[in-house]
């Protein structure tokens, strides 16, 4: 959990959806889905907070270069239903990256600080399952879907994901 102890306290200066196009998905809830980050004091990488890809359960970050490539959050719902009804496996090439900085959806992450992170975990299972960025106004949950991550804000994608894990014992926070 080295990587979250690094980011806390830094400000988020530009802040991105990456999605694995959601191909023939039903539901928005599930949508792989990850944000990423872009620091004032590193403003040349994307800090990616998902689930460690080689055992689909616990926190990680990722750090990549600032995509070339990318959508706006005009383009993100259009694209997301065009997915979802898509009939045409062929067309999923990679992830796709979306920047959010204007979406007043995320208004009281942008240009704040992380002030706390939180690891969630199950009592009785010794792994976090997921990880909440807490900013002054607004908090970011990331954890384990059945596509690969999800994630909620206060204002974006309120799917109450954790009752799921509720299933496997009591939840509780844990400050890093």
């Known amino acids: ?24 998905e039903k539901q928005q809830s599930d949508l792989d889905i990850s944000f990423g980050f872009v620091f004032r004091e590193e403003s040349n990488y994307l800090y990616i907070i998902s689930i460690d890809k080689d055992e689909l359960w616990s926190p990680f970050i990722y750090i990549e270069t600032i995509p070339v490539n990318r959508y706006s959050w005009l383009d993100f719902y259009p694209r997301i239903n065009m997915w979802m009804n898509a009939k045409n496996e062929n067309m999923i090439i990679d992830k796709e990256y979306y920047e959010v900085t204007k979406s007043d959806l995320f208004n009281n992450i942008l240009f704040n600080k992380i002030e706390d992170i939180e690891l969630l975990k199950v009592t009785n299972i010794p792994e976090p399952f997921g990880v909440k960025l807490i900013f002054k106004d607004d908090y970011i949950i990331s954890i384990p879907n059945w596509d690969g991550n999800t994630v909620e804000s206060k204002h974006f994608n309120k799917n109450h994901t954790i009752e799921i894990f509720s299933d496997l014992g009591d939840i509780v926070y844990i400050k890093i």
């Open 1 to 24: 959990m080295k990587g979250f102890k690094n980011i806390k306290g830094k400000v988020v200066e530009r802040l991105f959806l990456i999605i694995w196009p959601p191909w023939g």
